[in-house]
Nanobody
């Protein structure tokens, strides 16, 4: 079991920045590749960013590439999502998740999820 708790969401104006945190407890955090997903109003949950166990590899959705940065510190059992140049389209509940399956972009490959943190970007 892995318990995940997100924080750092809030209300920000277009062009602003936020840094989301995801604190993990339970099983060894360093065993798991981690990702951020988001779910906007009346939308399906979608992939945002992925980081490998050692942070050697990071992958992003095209919609956030160049604006968002995923990082992790295994000593702190934490993964972050730095979000810059935010747009109203980024408004969503953001979730961190631990990968147990094969497809980093597929919701069904993740067994462990946090409760989510709301990000609202005003125009």
């Amino acid at each position: 079991q892995v318990q995940l708790v997100e924080s750092g969401g809030g209300l920000v104006q277009t062009g602003g920045s936020l840094r989301l945190s995801c604190a993990a407890s339970g099983r060894t955090f360093s065993e798991f590749p981690m990702a951020w997903f988001r779910q906007g109003p009346r939308k399906e949950r979608e992939f945002v960013a992925f980081v490998s166990e050692t942070a050697r590899n990071a992958l992003y959705a095209n919609s956030v590439k160049g604006r968002f940065t995923i990082s992790r510190d295994n000593a702190k059992n934490t993964v972050w999502l730095q979000m810059n140049s935010l747009e109203p389209e980024d408004t969503a509940v953001y979730y961190c998740a631990a990968l147990v399956g094969d497809s980093y972009f597929d919701v069904s490959s993740y067994d462990y999820w946090g409760q989510g943190t709301q990000v609202t970007v005003s125009s």
